[in-house]
Each structure stands twice: as structure tokens, then as C-alpha cells.
Nanobody, 122 residues
Framework: VQLQASGGGLVQAGGSLRLSCAASGRTMTSYTMGWFRQAPEKEREFVAISSWNSASTYYADSVKGRFTISRDNAKNTVYLQMNSLKPEDTAVYYC????????????????WGQGTLVTVSS
């Protein structure tokens, strides 16, 4: 499984970005898809996940109400819409896939994309 994340960039505080993650090598229909992020000198942290059928989504408290995860299984792609961005959202964002139908545990995601940098200026 290969995951390719894109859509990062530089944005002012209050702005929006949409990240995309395209999967190849296997259909991800039965997989949990997630977004994680890692800020400089910090550990990688959970941001959002979508269960295999999009019936269940879960967000970190820090992004709840501002970020929305969605997926298009026909395109084997997952998205992260980020609104009302804050400087503390600055990080490298990673998409990941887990064969479990629902999980948000970082160590249960064996497949990772290369990361895309999001920088929010104040």
C-alpha cells in the first residue's frame, strides 16, 4: 500500500486548506483512514480518523469543529478539510491506513504517507 499526501502549504491564521491522500496498491474500502501530525520537536499526534464506511469519525479535541475528514472510496482517497487554522496547527501532516475497521491508535496504522507540511502564520 502506498499513500501520497498533498495539499499542504502556507496559510494565514483563520484560513483554510484541504489535504488529500491518495492510496494505491490496494483498495482501502475496508480500512480505517486517519490523519496525524507532527510539529517541530513534538511527538506525532492523532488528528482525525474515518472508519472504513465513513459511519464513524473521530477528532482530536484541538481540531474538533474546525477540521473535517472525509473519504471517497471510489477514488481510494481521503481528505482533511481544515478551516479556521491557527498557528498551533503548524506541522507535517501524515495520512495513514489501518486494516482495522475502526481505530485511532497510532501503532495500529502500518501504512503511512510521506507527509505534507502545513504552516500557519499569525
Amino acid at each position: 500500500v502506498q499513500l501520497q499526501a498533498s495539499g499542504g502549504g502556507l496559510v494565514q491564521a483563520g484560513g483554510s486548506l484541504r489535504l488529500s491522500c491518495a492510496a494505491s496498491g490496494r483498495t482501502m474500502t475496508s480500512y480505517t483512514m486517519g490523519w496525524f501530525r507532527q510539529a517541530p520537536e513534538k511527538e506525532r499526534e492523532f488528528v482525525a480518523i474515518s472508519s472504513w464506511n465513513s459511519a464513524s469519525t473521530y477528532y482530536a479535541d484541538s481540531v474538533k469543529g474546525r477540521f473535517t475528514i472525509s473519504r471517497d472510496n471510489a477514488k481510494n482517497t481521503v481528505y482533511l478539510q481544515m478551516n479556521s487554522l491557527k498557528p498551533e496547527d503548524t506541522a507535517v501532516y501524515y495520512c495513514a491506513a489501518s486494516p482495522r475497521s475502526y481505530t485511532l491508535m497510532l501503532n495500529e496504522f502500518p501504512y503511512w504517507g510521506q507527509g505534507t507540511l502545513v504552516t500557519v502564520s499569525s
